[in-house]
């Protein structure tokens, strides 16, 4: 009778052990994603700051039509303002959306200032091009990170035997960052 009792503390005790083990492995990853998103987050704020630097330097250097630049600000404080929960699809389909908005004024605005030879001459103007095209190249690399570490925690929660634990625990999937709508077709340029 005591070998039994000692056969199911000792189950007990290694499923407890395996349980902690899961839960640490689900946790890790968690805080992986939210490190990720972190860098995301920082990213899409440093491209906003340069835009918002920028705007000012055309608007200091040009006359430029006032909707270009009136665009470019409500664009940047619209997707500065948006609060992402990354468990949720929609909320990070909001998120992008915003984004993409605020890029698209943002080539506009760059557009119009191909009209002042002037301004693209200037350091400041030029030394705020290449900061933005390496902030690019950043976010590019965050999103990427992101969707690997997502990918990572959504394999541990998914995935059998850790789905068990993962529902056990209320670990959800999270959400992917997804290409904007568009971007599947190539761009028609004519010349």
Known sequence: MKKGWIVILALIVIL????????????????NVNNAWG????????RSDLYQNMVQTIKGSAKFEDSTLIGVVNARANATKIQVNIEDTASLAK???????????????LAVSEQYPDLKT??????????????????????????QAVTDYNTKV??????????????????????????????????
């Open 158 to 191: 998914q995935l059998f035997p850790g789905n068990i634990f993962a529902n056990l625990f209320g670990f959800k999937p999270k959400a992917l960052f997804q290409a904007a709508a568009g971007t599947e077709n190539a761009p028609n340029i004519q010349f």
């Open 122 to 147: 200037t350091s400041q103007f030029q030394n705020l091009e290449t900061e933005i095209e390496g902030t690019e190249n950043r976010i590019n690399i965050a999103r990427k990170d992101y969707n």
């Open 95 to 109: 998120f992008q959306a915003a984004q993409a908005q605020l890029q698209s004024s943002f080539s506009k605005l």
């Open 39 to 46: 860098s995301v987050e920082t990213n899409y704020q440093r």
């Open 16 to 31: 407890g052990f395996w349980g902690c083990n899961k839960y640490n492995g689900l946790q890790t990853a968690n805080l």
